[in-house]
């Protein structure tokens, strides 16, 4: 299920509710300072921070939250929420698909690359020293929420790495797409349906 609101965390409080599981957070520590503390009041959840960046996207660090989640006495009632780019979004899908044999995940992408990529097709996994993704599966995640609202915390040279993968899907299969890429609700909308259906 994809959704796009400016009111997101609302969305993520109804659809935990809806499952009726137990809510955890994985995000990494710069997303968590900047949006963390607030969903956590409103979900009353637990959450896990990695550091950020592709040095996360380890089997360690699949370990590491897994270990916590028993440690804080998660166990099959257990709805994950990604928050995060794509290394949280990766890893925490990975997670999803594995922990007690699958847990239902809530994608809430934060930055533009995550929202218009890795948030999409169900793919996720961790990188080893033979390259990168090659452990890792395909697993849907139960809801993914595009929020706008997020890309006000990013830098330019985050959103100009959304835009080359935008610029990408459009130069494959939507020519007037190509020639009117911007970070705007309507070109985002538009890049994730050509992305879906590439996928």
């Known amino acids: 299920m ?7 965390f609302s969305c993520v409080k109804q659809r935990v509710s809806e499952l009726g599981k137990r809510p955890v957070i994985v995000t990494d520590h710069h997303v968590d300072a900047l949006y963390g503390q607030r969903l956590k009041e409103i979900l009353g959840a637990e959450s896990i921070a990695i550091v950020p960046g592709e040095l996360s996207k380890t089997r360690q660090t ?8 028993f440690a804080l006495g998660y166990t099959k009632d257990t709805v994950i929420i990604a928050m995060g780019g794509g290394v949280v979004t990766d890893i925490a899908g990975f997670v999803a698909a594995t922990f007690c044999r699958g847990v239902p995940l809530i994608i809430l992408p934060t930055s533009l690359m995550a929202m218009v990529d890795a948030a999409h097709g169900g793919k996720n996994g ?10 890792g599966t395909y ?3 139960d809801m993914i929420i595009i929020d706008l609202r997020f890309l006000g915390s990013l830098s330019q040279t985050e959103i100009a ?3 080359v993968e935008m610029y990408k899907v459009a130069a494959v299969s939507h020519r007037a797409l190509f ?3 911007n970070v705007s609700k309507e070109c985002i909308q538009k890049s994730i349906l050509c992305k879906n259906a590439l996928v």
């Open 161 to 163: 790495s959304g835009l």
């Open 2 to 8: 994809l959704i796009y609101s400016e009111d997101s």
């Open 179 to 181: 020639f009117d890429v």
């Open 139 to 141: 697993y849907e995640a």
């Open 126 to 135: 961790v990188n080893t020293h033979h390259g990168k993704n090659l452990i």
């Open 62 to 69: 699949k370990e590491h939250i897994e270990n916590t989640l």
